[in-house]
C-alpha cells in the first residue's frame, strides 16, 4: 500500500512527524514528490518558521532576504496558510537594515504589507500610535529586520511558540537599541486585547501560550519586552536564557498597576545573570504562578542573587507555587557573601511554601552547609551558624524532594529527615528524595553504611542517590556543550538551537552519573538511573 493511497487524513498524521523544530525538516521534500503529496504536506511544511543562522554557536541574525521570501508567501502568494503557522523561531532581529538590502521587499508587495498592517491594527488609533505603526512601515520599505518579524507575527494569527534572540548586537558605542515595530507590536497588542473589538478573529499575538527569549549580555531593553511578553492574554510559559543584568527597569514602579496581570503559570530562568531583585519584579506581575526554576550564570559571580534574595521572590507565590527548582551553582564565586553570610541558604522561610509540591535544590541553599573541591574560590565557610536544619526548612506538603551537590556534611540530616517521615511524625505526603552526591568527595560506601536499615526497609517513600562528577554537576546545570552535524550548540538549555537537546535535558537532569558527554533520551534512561532503594 502506497501512501498515495491512505486517506489524507491519516497522510496528514504521517507526515506531521516529520515537522521538527531544529535543522531541514524532512516535510519539504515531500512537496516535490506528487501533486497529491504536495496539497496534503504543504500546510505542514509551514508550522514552523525558522530564521535563525545555519552554523550556531549561540547567537546570530536571522536573515532579511528568508524573512522577505516568508512574508511573499503567506500574505501574497497564499495568504489561507498564515492561520497555519505555529510556531516562530528566530536569531536576532535588528533596529536596522544590517544586510545592506533595502529592495528586498517589492513597491507592490509594500503596499500589501501596508493595507494589512492598517487593517489588522484599526483605523481609530490615536496620533502616537499611528506614528509608531507608520514608521513600522517606512522601516520595512528599508529592509529592516525588526519590522518584518513584526509583520510575520502579526500575519499569522494562531502562532502559540515564538523562541527567538532577543535583540541585535549593540551598535558602535555599545548601547542597544530597542527593536521599535516588535515594542509597538507588543504594546498594541495588549491594548487590542483589552478592547474587546476583535470579534471575528483573534488579536494581535492573542493565541500566543508559551515563549522562549534567548539575551545577549548587555541588552539594556531586555526587562521593558519582558513585561509586555507577560501581558500577553494567553500566555502560559516565559522562559529566559541568560537573561542579563543590564537590563534598566522602569524607574517608576507604577508601571505594574499600568499593565494587567500576567496568566503565566510557569516562568524559568536558565543560566541568568539577572539579580533576584529584578526576577522579582517579573513574578510580581504574575498572579498564577504554579511552577518557578532559576539557574544562576555558572562562575558568573552576581551581586544581588544569593539564596534568601530568591527566596523573598518567590514567597509571595506560597500559596500557588508547586514546584520550585534553584540552582545557585554552588561551586560559583559570590560576590556578596560576607557582608551577608545568611543570605547563603533559604532559612526557614521555605517551609511557607505551602502549596509547594516538588523542590530541587542544592546542599548550600537548603542547609547553609557547603562541601570544598579542589579549585580555587573564595574562603567560602563550611557551615553557617544558625542555619536551620533540613527538617526544620521543608514545607510540610512537600511530595518530592530533589538535593544537588551534596556531601558528606548532609548524610546526618538526611537520616534525620527519613527517620522523621519513617515515625510518621511530619511530612506525610513525602514520597521520593533523590541525593545527589559530589562522586569526588565521598565514597558510595560512605553513604550506605549512613543509614542502610532506613533505606533498605522503607515502604514510605522511595530513596534515590546518585554520585556525579564536576562535568555532571554542570551538565544538570544546562551548561553540556553538543557538536551535531552544522550544529555548534554551547547550551542545553537553548530552545533556539536545541529545542531537541533541551527536551532531554528537562526529562533526565539529575539522572546522569559519571558521564562525560550528553547521549540521546534512551542512552541516558538506560544508563544514568540512580540507585533506588524502596
Known amino acids: ?25 524532512s516535510i519539504h521534500a515531500l512537496l516535490r514528490v506528487s501533486k497529491q503529496l504536495y496539497a496534503v504536506a504543504l500546510p505542514l511544511s509551514v ?82 500610535d499611528a506614528d509608531r505603526r507608520d514608521k513600522w512601515i517606512g522601516h520595512l520599505r528599508e529592509g529592516y529586520s525588526d519590522a518584518q518579524i513584526s509583520l510575520i507575527l502579526l500575519a499569522c494569527p494562531n502562532v502559540k511558540t515564538p523562541y527567538f534572540e532577543d535583540s541585535q548586537d549593540p551598535s558602535n558605542d555599545e548601547v542597544f537599541e530597542k527593536p521599535p515595530s516588535f515594542m509597538f507590536l507588543l504594546e498594541i497588542a495588549r491594548i487590542l486585547s483589552a478592547s474587546g473589538v476583535f470579534e471575528s478573529r483573534p488579536p494581535p499575538l492573542g493565541n500566543v ?58 516562568i524559568a530562568f536558565h543560566q541568568s545573570h539577572a539579580p533576584a531583585s529584578e526576577v522579582k519584579f517579573v513574578l510580581d506581575t504574575c498572579d498564577n504562578l504554579t511552577s518557578f526554576e532559576y539557574i544562576s550564570a555558572m562562575w558568573m559571580p552576581i551581586d544581588g542573587s544569593l539564596p534568601r534574595d530568591m527566596m523573598r521572590a518567590v514567597l509571595p507565590h506560597a500559596e500557588r507555587l508547586t514546584h520550585l527548582y534553584l540552582d545557585f551553582q554552588d561551586d560559583c564565586e559570590r560576590e556578596d557573601w560576607r557582608e551577608n ?47 536551620p536544619r533540613v527538617v526544620d526548612s521543608l514545607p510540610e506538603g512537600l511530595h518530592e524532594l530533589r538535593i544537588r551537590e551534596c556531601g558528606k556534611a548532609i548524610v546526618g540530616q538526611a537520616a534525620e529527615l527519613l527517620d522523621t517521615i519513617e515515625k510518621r511524625q511530619r511530612f506525610q505526603n513525602l514520597q521520593c528524595i533523590v541525593l545527589m552526591f559530589k562522586e569526588e568527595n565521598i565514597e558510595i560506601e560512605d553513604v550506605e553504611q549512613s543509614f542502610p536499615e532506613l533505606a533498605a526497609e522503607s515502604a514510605r517513600y522511595s530513596l534515590a542517590m546518585s554520585f556525579q562528577n564536576r562535568a555532571m554537576h554542570w551538565l544538570d546545570s544546562g551548561r553540556g556543550k553538543t557538536f551535531e552535524g552544522i550544529r555548534a550548540i554551547p547550551s542545553l538549555c537553548s530552545r533556539i538551537f536545541a529545542d531537541d537537546l533541551q527536551k532531554d535535558w528537562i526529562d533526565f537532569r539529575g539522572l546522569s552519573t559519571s558521564k562525560s558527554d550528553f547521549e540521546d533520551a534512551e542512552a541516558v534512561a538506560s544508563k544514568a538511573t540512580p540507585r533506588v532503594w524502596t
Open 1 to 25: 500500500m502506497s501512501l498515495e493511497s491512505l486517506p489524507p487524513e491519516l497522510q496528514c498524521k504521517i507526515y506531521g512527524y516529520l515537522v521538527t523544530s531544529f535543522g531541514p525538516s
Open 47 to 128: 508550522q514552523i518558521f525558522r530564521n535563525t543562522a545555519p552554523l550556531q554557536i549561540g547567537k546570530g541574525p536571522c536573515s532579511v532576504a528568508r524573512n522577505a521570501q516568508f512574508l511573499r508567501y503567506i500574505l501574497v502568494t497564499r495568504p489561507e496558510l498564515a492561520k497555519i503557522v505555529d510556531t516562530v523561531i528566530l536569531g536576532s532581529f535588528a533596529a536596522r537594515n544590517s544586510e545592506g538590502n533595502p529592495h528586498a521587499i517589492t513597491p507592490e508587495e509594500l503596499e500589501i504589507y501596508e493595507r494589512f498592517i492598517v487593517d489588522s491594527l484599526g483605523p481609530t488609533l490615536g496620533e502616537v
Open 209 to 266: 501560550q508559551h515563549v522562549h527569549v534567548q539575551s545577549q549580555y548587555g541588552n539594556t531593553c531586555s526587562w521593558e519586552q519582558a513585561l509586555r511578553l507577560l501581558a500577553l492574554p494567553k500566555l502560559q510559559i516565559y522562559e529566559s536564557l541568560n537573561a542579563t543584568c543590564q537590563g534598566k527597569l522602569p524607574e517608576d514602579s507604577s508601571v505594574l498597576t499600568q499593565l494587567p496581570k500576567s496568566s503565566v503559570r510557569s
Open 341 to 387: 553570610p545568611h543570605g547563603l541558604y533559604l532559612g526557614r522561610e521555605l517551609a511557607q511554601m505551602t502549596a509547594l509540591r516538588y523542590l530541587n535544590i542544592g546542599m548550600q541553599a537548603l542547609t547553609g552547609m557547603f562541601d570544598p573541591i579542589a579549585i580555587k574560590r573564595q574562603d567560602l565557610p563550611l557551615q553557617i551558624e544558625g542555619a
